[in-house]
């Protein structure tokens, strides 16, 4: 069902890969590779939400995160693309040598504000002053949220649906695994499902969030996917599991025990996790399903690779 137009971005489909690890087979869907500078989940989101940039003739575009914000980078990108500024509110520093993605997020050309934690706690509402203040000067800005997790971003995994039917292996899985940060991916597969009807278990990893504030965001979400267009989803929510535990450490830090999880897969598969999210979620993922002997929930590769360079310190003191 195709709600809103969309910018084709990504380069779509994505593989539907079996992977062995372990001992274990598994299926993992590539989402990693939608494009490479752009790449990873969020830019599935940014095809709509950029095309109504387009049609509403923004000069600028404003988005949020942390400083390694994989959807940050991929929406200044994909906005320079496109002939629209974009301006970062990125929780963290700014750094004379940067890394990873804002390294990329630099060379892209994008405009900062850098917040501590306690500023970053009203980014959205800061954004929106900001708005107000650029759309004063005549210059036209429109707000992308965290994560570009709102109606119109979740469309990408709405119709991402339509991809994994059409890989035909769905009568293998009972659900599909993903990191989850502002919720926008767990909520859309949600959405799909019900749409088309598929019973799908959405198996989703906090890795910022705690569990009540996570569920609370993709609850939001689905009500407002049907206000903003109109239509009434049977949603069934058993099929949501939030999964916490697995980022005690904090957002931008990552223990021991799971840089040696993503060293060791990349060392066997060839492929490579994130940090911040992938390699959180993969842990989990370990953790409670490639124990059975044969695994039946397929594992949501949703990208971040540039997220490793900034942690380059950590993962050479686990090599040595």
């Known amino acids: 069902m195709n709600f809103a137009k969309k910018l084709n971005l990504a380069f779509l489909p994505t593989p539907m890969q079996n992977v062995e690890y372990g001992g274990r087979k598994f299926l993992i869907k590539r989402d990693d590779l939608t494009e490479f500078t752009m790449s990873g989940n969020k830019i599935r989101k940014l095809e709509y939400l950029l095309y109504e940039a387009k049609k509403k003739k923004a000069e600028y575009v404003f988005t949020c995160g942390a400083e390694q914000s994989n959807h940050s980078r991929a929406t200044a990108i994909a906005a320079v693309k496109i002939g629209i500024k974009p301006r970062l509110f990125l929780w963290g520093q700014n750094r004379i040598h940067p890394e990873g993605n804002l390294f990329l997020d630099k060379l892209a050309g994008a405009e900062f504000e850098f917040l501590n934690v306690n500023q970053y706690k009203s980014v959205a509402a800061l954004m929106e002053k900001r708005k107000e203040q650029f759309d004063k000067k005549g210059k036209k800005a429109i707000v992308i949220p965290e994560g570009g997790s709102n109606p119109v971003g979740v469309l990408g995994y709405v119709n991402f649906v339509d991809e994994l039917l059409r890989h035909n292996q769905l009568g293998k899985a009972?659900?599909?695994?993903?990191?989850?940060?502002?919720?926008?991916?767990?909520?859309?597969?949600?959405?799909?499902?019900?749409?088309?009807?598929?019973?799908?278990?959405?198996?989703?990893?906090?890795?910022?969030?705690?569990?009540?504030?996570?569920?609370?965001?993709i609850f939001k979400i689905l009500d407002d996917f049907q206000r903003r267009f109109k239509t009434k989803i049977n949603v069934n929510l058993n099929n949501l599991e939030i999964i916490e535990g697995y980022s005690m450490e904090g957002y931008k830090n990552i223990a021991k025990e799971k840089l040696e999880v993503i060293l060791d897969f990349y060392r066997n598969s060839g492929i490579l996790l994130d940090p911040a999210y992938t390699g959180k979620a993969f842990f989990a993922f370990k953790d409670l399903f490639l124990k059975e002997k044969n695994p039946n929930v397929i594992f949501l590769h949703s990208g971040g690779a540039f997220g490793v360079f900034a942690k380059a310190k950590q993962f050479l003191k686990v090599l040595s």
């Open 174 to 217: 009972k659900g599909i695994l993903t990191a989850a940060g502002s919720g926008g991916t767990a909520a859309g597969m949600l959405i799909g499902s019900a749409l088309r009807k598929l019973d799908l278990k959405i198996f989703a990893v906090t890795v910022f969030y705690g569990k009540r504030q996570l569920e609370e965001k």
